[in-house]
């Protein structure tokens, strides 16, 4: 069966960190991903790492957020910092690639003062 769980979701004020957290079960993949989702915009990829390189890192979290992945133990990583108000959205994590691969249910990320 295939699990795809996120974790570590929260409010925070600005300038404040968290790291999330996706745990994988039962995925072959090398292709690994955070996205996320403001109210009211679209869904918009924030990061990914495929072989173990990251690949993409959107303008707006490059110096600011870190994607890996603790491969042993099937958990991908995004440490965020320096958090501002317009990070405030849902953070799903994917697998496999956008089109085609699987996604979790997302977690919050409210960064509020």
């Known amino acids: 069966q295939v699990q795809l769980v996120e974790s570590g979701g929260g409010l925070v004020q600005p300038g404040g960190s968290l790291r999330l957290s996706c745990f994988s079960r039962?995925?072959?993949?090398?292709?690994f991903g955070w996205y996320r989702q403001a109210p009211g915009k679209e869904r918009e990829l924030v990061a990914t790492?495929?072989?173990?390189?990251?690949?993409h890192d959107a303008d707006s979290v490059k110096g600011r957020f870190t994607i890996s992945r603790d491969s042993p133990n099937h958990v991908m990583y995004l440490q965020m910092d320096n958090l501002k108000l317009e990070d405030t959205a849902v953070y799903y994590c994917?697998?496999?690639?956008?089109?085609?691969?699987?996604w979790g249910r997302g977690t919050q990320v409210t960064v509020s003062s």
């Open positions: 994917n697998v496999g690639g956008a089109s085609t691969g699987w």
């Open positions: 039962n995925i072959a993949s090398h292709v």
């Open positions: 790492l495929t072989n173990g390189i990251t690949t």
